[in-house]
């Protein structure tokens, strides 16, 4: 449940806070006083596009705030999303979000005091919240949102359903498209395949080694030098030890380490702290000797061999020879090799494949038009109990005569697409959802976009959402003018119905309706203050009589007329009976 919204810096609103309750939440206001911010502040909280013409201009940024209160299976869903994420939910089971736009068009999101990236909070807001608007509307009018509500209504088991179909629609597809291709484009297959045996031939012949470049470019400089690192290494052992070629009688350094040791060890009676000294003295020429040994031994390995460097040298030529043709170095040579060697598999076009191919293909055709069929007599029984439903909704949207039909019909095949038997498969299967409206009796069955007008399409779709909301889904709805083009008997009906619905959800209406209204548990009003060099909203909540001036405000445009008060009086009393049959 959505506990408090903070809205700062969005269109009219400088900056207000609107605390809501549990159960239906209206928000009223003049036109133009800025209702529809505060939908746009839900949409941009929950993950909305952000749309820098909305930012004020002073400060620059808007700022949109939401306490959201964890609870039932979908809040501790929300709470492992959250913690998964590295976000924290504070003890009493709430989480703060925030989303921040800049007037430069730059977005921050917030969740439990961490950065997020917006699509954090797009995830919260699809488990949590259901906004339904004009556009809800225009968009219930698509045929695959159609089938889409249809699915949902017909359950979770219905919804595995469509899934097991989708995967092995998405197998059989693959397997079609892959088959077509190797058919379709044999020839370009076979001339890419001898291109790449061809390369693979000249890199076997060579048969690089990983690292061998760097190997062999060590060696030849060791090869090419052999000589000026000859004359080193034994300058350095002659240094060191002694005994390979002196030439004089100078002291190697073994010698005076020797006599630097002795010489300490000779006076340690006297100061025992040269006693360790000549004991590191003795650690450095144990050290002096290894190196002395190791030179030595480095000597035995020089050899300056023509007929060695010249095999290096014809080595390295092939080796560059592959890297001129197929990659940068050794490795890409070889990594190219790999790739090849998949892309030959892939491009197999022999009969037997092709024959092994044609096999499964038809084996997942089979499997595919199974599921279809399920899904289709699934969605034949769903769309007779999801019609019925419906339809006593609007009986009691004042339109007692209307009927909500659910067409289940064939799909029609799309250019180029294959099919199964005489099915039409697509990716949801084989089935085209319409929504027909009967308006009355003896009216022809028509299309939602054709037999219903801008009011009834409005009570259809509550009707529609009233239905869904005994199904499940997110806790927290929210309506913003569904109720335009209606009023009279059929305006209290849809006050009835959200008022249904807030029993079990959290419901945030945005109405100008006053028998709408009257059924709320708290009531909220968008101000707009004119009195300042700068147009500005706030929100407050009314209650009691200042809730009777406004409802006689939506009524007559009267809020000091006695009589229109009056009237306001008695829609709440109407309300206030029917909500305490809750």
């Known amino acids: 449940m959505l506990e408090e919204l903070r809205i700062t810096g969005l269109g009219v609103i400088d900056d207000t806070t609107l605390r809501l309750t549990a159960g239906m939440n209206v928000i009223t206001g003049e036109t ?11 949409g941009l909280l929950f993950g909305g596009r952000a749309d820098a013409g909305r930012v004020r201009s002073d400060p620059g940024r808007a700022v949109v705030e939401g306490r959201l209160r964890l609870g039932g299976k979908l809040g501790d869903e929300v709470r492992t999303r959250i913690t998964d994420a590295g976000a924290e939910v504070d003890e009493d089971g709430s989480v703060l979000l925030s989303r921040t736009v800049t007037i430069e068009g730059r977005s921050r999101a917030h969740v439990g005091g961490r950065s997020m990236p917006v699509a954090m909070l797009t995830d919260i807001g699809e488990r949590v919240l259901a906004v339904h608007g004009q556009s809800d509307q225009l968009r219930l009018l698509r045929p695959a949102e159609q089938r889409g509500a249809l699915d949902r209504f ?23 498209d892959d088959l077509a291709d190797r058919r379709r484009n044999a020839r370009d297959r076979a001339q890419e395949a001898d291109l790449l045996k061809l390369g ?63 010489t300490l060890e000779a006076q340690t009676e006297l100061d025992a702290s040269l006693g360790e000294l000549a004991g590191r003295i003795e650690e450095a020429a144990t050290l002096v000797g290894d190196v002395a040994s190791e030179l030595s031994t480095y000597l035995g390995t020089l050899d300056a061999d023509p007929a060695r460097l010249e095999q290096i040298y014809e080595r390295r030529a092939a080796l560059r020879s592959l890297t001129r043709k197929y990659a940068d170095d050794v490795e890409g040579v070889i990594a190219w090799a790999d790739n090849a060697r998949t892309r030959l598999a892939q491009l197999d076009n022999s009969d037997e494949l092709l024959e092994e191919l044609d096999k499964e293909r038809q ?84 299309p939602l976009q054709k037999g219903a007008s801008g009011g009834e399409l409005s009570r259809v779709m509550l009707a529609i959402e009233v ?33 249904r619905l807030a029993r079990t959800h959290q419901v945030l209406v945005v109405t100008h309706l006053p028998q709408v209204a009257a059924f ?9 203050d004119t009195g300042g060099a700068i147009t500005t909203s706030g929100v407050r909540i009314v209650e009691e009589t200042e809730r009777a001036r406004e409802l006689a405000r939506m009524l007559a445009g009267l809020p000091d007329s006695d009589l229109g008060i009056a009237h306001a009086e008695e829609l709440l009393s109407v309300a206030g009976r029917e909500k305490s049959g809750r």
């Open 32 to 42: 133009g006083a800025g209702k529809t911010m505060v939908v746009t502040g839900l």
């Open 154 to 176: 017909a359950g979770p088991e219905h919804e595995k359903l469509l899934e097991t179909y989708r995967e092995a629609y998405g197998r059989w597809r693959a397997v079609v």
């Open 200 to 262: 693979l031939d000249e890199i076997s012949r060579v048969d690089p080694q990983p690292g061998e470049d760097e190997e062999l470019r060590a060696e030849v400089q060791r090869l090419e030098h052999a000589e000026g690192l000859r004359v080193a290494a034994t300058i350095a052992a002659q240094a060191l030890a002694g005994g390979v070629e002196v030439s004089d009688e100078t002291p190697d350094a073994t010698q005076l380490l020797g006599t630097a040791r002795r």
């Open 363 to 446: 084996r997942l055709a089979t499997q595919v038009g199974e599921l279809a069929e399920r899904l289709t007599a699934a969605r034949l029984e769903a769309s007779g109990r999801f019609s019925e439903a419906v339809s006593v909704e609007l009986a009691g949207l004042a339109m007692p005569h209307a009927r909500v039909e659910v067409a289940v019909l064939p799909r029609s095949a799309g250019k180029d697409e294959p099919s199964v038997g005489d099915l039409a498969v697509g990716p949801d299967g084989a089935d085209e959802i319409e929504l027909r409206l009967l308006a009355h009796p003896g009216a022809p069955s028509l």
């Open 467 to 499: 239905v869904f909301a005994g199904a499940g889904g997110p806790e927290t709805l929210v309506f913003d003018e569904v109720d335009s083009g209606v009023g009279g008997t059929a305006a209290v009906e849809i006050g009835r119905r959200l008022a």
């Open 520 to 528: 709320a548990d708290r009531h909220l009003v968008v101000a707009k």
